[in-house]
């Protein structure tokens, strides 16, 4: 009990210089929290994908096309249960700076090869009822203000053009790491006859295939069956499961991603100075006080404890101090990064905050070791003889 009292008497004696070292801890601890959101945010989609979706692209490139008469031979595939399709459909809505995810979907197959969108009844009917309506997502409606029934002007970026769509229904999503909430969908059909008059050469063709296999089927027989279906062709295939596709693109982002780890580890280490440096400074100034309370019984191991257990409460403190910052900060990092288009989930998961706890744990232990061992082989004479 007098090691604890002790203890905070010795983590509050200075507390300008308390709350300094907190306030730099804190923000090492949001910079840490933010570096893992982003990188938990490029991971998500991965970990988050079905395990019975498979994506069929061009062999040679994701921008080129396939074309439309693929979709009746995957569909006699052993294994496979269903096969939707669908394109890009690039639009802005009044300025380059107000673009958006949109997609151009075969609304026969969307709702069951997605069963992650949330949609009522009589929006979704109202939707396939009208093929120059728009199905968008919950976040995007709530950035521009639109409702159900709303008209949208929008210009064309790859599919050339204005148009106008009906808002006819709005989604949330069970799982927005793989259908994002800021997204807009339209039928496939309605962009592929405006393809017909603007874009002749790329009519009838889709930037991708979903395969959905069925239920006892091992995915990789189907994926292999699907590219040897068009091996040699003027079209060859690759095919993936939607988690490797997934973790494709990621992958392709490698070099930063791994800078990020880098970095996450140097603020770590940043962290780790902060304290040493403060801690090196209370141990200096107690010098003489840890020699009286030697000649008092006190033994090394004591020593020790009052150190690390100061070290380990400072620390603490910057972590609850920075994880307190890095939820309102979450938010708005959402917004900043997504530069006023898609906003990402930036969800802030425990595995995150013990992280964070885990990592001022470790700077608290490695920033009282030097002071620790110091104190640990300081004689009762050396002490009492300090002046500091």
């Not at 800021?182 to 063709?205: I, S």
């Not at 091992?218 to 993936?240: C, G, H, Y």
Request: hydrophobic share 50%.
């Amino acid at each position: 009990m007098t090691l604890l009292r002790l203890m905070l008497r010795n983590t509050i004696r200075r507390p300008v210089r308390l709350a300094l070292t907190i306030g730099g801890l804190a923000m090492v601890v949001l910079a840490f929290g933010l570096l893992r959101l982003t990188l938990d945010e490029w991971h998500s989609g991965a970990k988050a994908a079905a395990n019975n979706r498979l994506i069929t692209v061009h062999a040679m490139s994701d921008s080129l096309l396939l074309p439309l008469a693929y979709r009746e031979r995957m569909a006699v595939i052993p294994g496979v249960q269903l096969v939707h399709y669908g394109n890009v459909f690039g639009v802005e809505y009044r300025d380059a700076k107000e673009s958006f995810g949109a997609f151009a979907e075969h609304m026969g197959t969307f709702f069951e090869t997605y069963p992650e969108v949330i949609l009522n009844e009589s929006d979704r009917l109202a939707f396939l009822k009208d093929r120059g309506g728009c199905l968008i997502g919950w976040k995007l409606a709530a950035r521009f203000g639109w409702k159900v029934g709303d008209v949208i002007p929008l210009k064309g970026t790859t599919h050339a053009g204005n148009w106008e769509l009906v808002v006819r229904g709005i989604f949330h999503s069970s799982n927005p790491a793989i259908m994002g909430e800021g997204e807009l969908y339209v039928h496939w059909q309605f962009a592929n006859e405006r393809l017909k008059t603007t874009a002749p050469d790329r009519a009838d063709q889709v930037g991708w295939y979903v395969a959905t296999t069925a239920p006892g089927v091992n995915p990789r027989t189907v994926v292999a069956a699907i590219d040897a279906t068009f091996a040699n062709s003027f079209a060859e295939t690759r095919t993936e499961r939607e988690q490797a596709y997934i973790a494709g693109w990621v992958a392709r982002a490698g070099a930063l991603l791994d800078a990020l780890d880098w970095l996450s580890g140097v603020m770590n280490g940043i962290a780790a100075l902060v304290l040493v440096n403060a801690l090196a400074m209370a141990v200096r100034e107690r010098t003489r006080e840890y020699g009286v309370m030697k000649t008092l019984g006190f033994q090394p191991r004591h020593l020790v404890t009052l150190v690390l257990g100061e070290s380990l409460l400072v620390a603490l403190g910057g972590a609850v101090a920075g994880l307190g910052l890095l939820y309102p900060a979450a938010r708005l990092y959402a917004v900043m990064v997504a530069g006023g288009k898609t906003v990402g989930t930036y969800e802030i998961t425990a595995e995150t905050i013990w992280l964070c706890l885990g990592a001022m744990v470790l700077v608290g232990l490695l920033a009282a070791l030097w002071p620790a061992v110091r104190l640990s082989r300081m004689t009762t004479l050396e002490g009492l003889r300090h002046r500091g």
